[in-house]
C-alpha cells in the first residue's frame, strides 16, 4: 500500500523567499507524479505532472523532480509570493494523496 | 479542456435525509471517475473507483450501501450519501480521467453538512 509523506507539514516564510517542498513514498511503481494546490474549501488545482521516465518538470516558477528509484519529488517555489499560500499536495500515482504542506507565504 | 464541474458546491441537510452529489465531465469524456472524502485539516482519502457502465469499487472501511455510486454515462457520475449521519459531513470531491489522458481532473469540490 502506497503510504505518502510530506514535509514540512507547514511553512512560513516571507515574501521572495525560494523554498523547497518534500514528498516521499513508498511504492515507487508509479506512471507520474502529480502536485497539487488547494485553497481553503475549495477543489485542487494541477500544478505540475511528472511521468516517470522524466526527472524534472518546470511550470512558471515552479520547478518539481522526481527521483522515482528512491521514491522522492521536491517541489521548488522560487521568489514565493502571498499569492502562492495554499496547501500543497503530493500525489504518487494515481489514488494517494500526501497530508499535504501548509504555505505561509507572508508580505 | 478537461474540465470538471460538481453539483452542488455546499448542502446542508437533516440528518436521515439522503444527498445526491453530481460530478460531470464538461469537455471530455470520463471512462473512469473518482470520489475522494476530505475532512478537515486532513488529504484526501479515496472512497471509491468507477469506470462508466460498471459497478464503482469501493476502498476498504467504506460502506457501499450508504455511498451509492453511478456512472452510467461517460460525462456523469453520481455520489448518493443515503441516510446522512453528522460524521458524513466532509468535503467531496471527484476527479476524473479517460482515453489519452494519464492525469485526473478534479471537480471543484461539494461542501456537506449533516445536521
Known amino acids: 500500500k502506497q503510504e505518502v509523506t510530506q514535509i514540512p507539514a507547514a511553512l512560513s516564510v516571507p515574501e521572495g523567499e525560494n523554498l523547497v517542498l518534500n514528498c516521499s513514498f513508498t511504492?515507487?511503481?508509479?506512471?507520474?507524479l502529480q502536485w497539487f494546490r488547494q485553497d481553503p474549501g475549495k477543489g485542487l488545482t494541477s500544478l505540475l505532472l511528472i511521468q516517470s521516465s522524466q526527472r524534472e518538470q518546470t511550470s512558471g516558477r515552479l520547478n518539481a523532480s522526481l527521483d522515482k528509484s528512491s521514491g522522492r519529488s521536491t517541489l521548488y517555489i522560487a521568489a514565493s509570493q502571498p499569492g502562492d499560500s495554499a496547501t500543497y499536495l503530493c500525489?504518487?500515482?494515481?489514488?494517494?494523496f500526501g497530508a499535504g504542506t501548509i504555505l505561509r507565504v507572508k508580505s | 479542456g478537461a474540465v470538471v464541474s460538481q453539483h452542488p458546491s455546499w448542502v446542508i441537510c437533516k440528518s436521515g435525509t439522503s444527498v445526491k452529489i453530481e460530478c460531470r465531465s464538461l469537455d471530455f469524456q470520463a471512462t473512469t471517475m473518482f470520489w475522494y472524502r476530505q475532512f478537515p485539516k486532513q488529504s484526501l482519502m479515496l472512497m471509491a473507483t468507477?469506470?462508466?457502465?460498471?459497478?464503482?469499487?469501493?476502498e476498504q472501511g467504506v460502506e457501499k450501501d450508504k455511498f451509492l455510486i453511478n456512472h452510467a454515462s461517460l460525462t456523469l457520475s453520481t455520489l448518493t450519501v443515503t441516510s446522512a449521519h453528522p460524521e458524513d459531513s466532509s468535503f467531496y470531491i471527484c476527479?476524473?480521467?479517460?482515453?489519452?489522458?494519464?492525469?485526473?481532473?478534479f471537480g471543484p469540490g461539494t461542501r456537506l453538512t449533516v445536521l
Open positions: 476527479s476524473a480521467t479517460g482515453f489519452g489522458y494519464n492525469e485526473q481532473f
Open positions: 511504492d515507487s511503481a508509479i506512471y507520474n
Open positions: 500525489a504518487p500515482g494515481k489514488l494517494v
Open positions: 468507477s469506470n462508466e457502465g460498471s459497478k464503482a469499487t469501493y
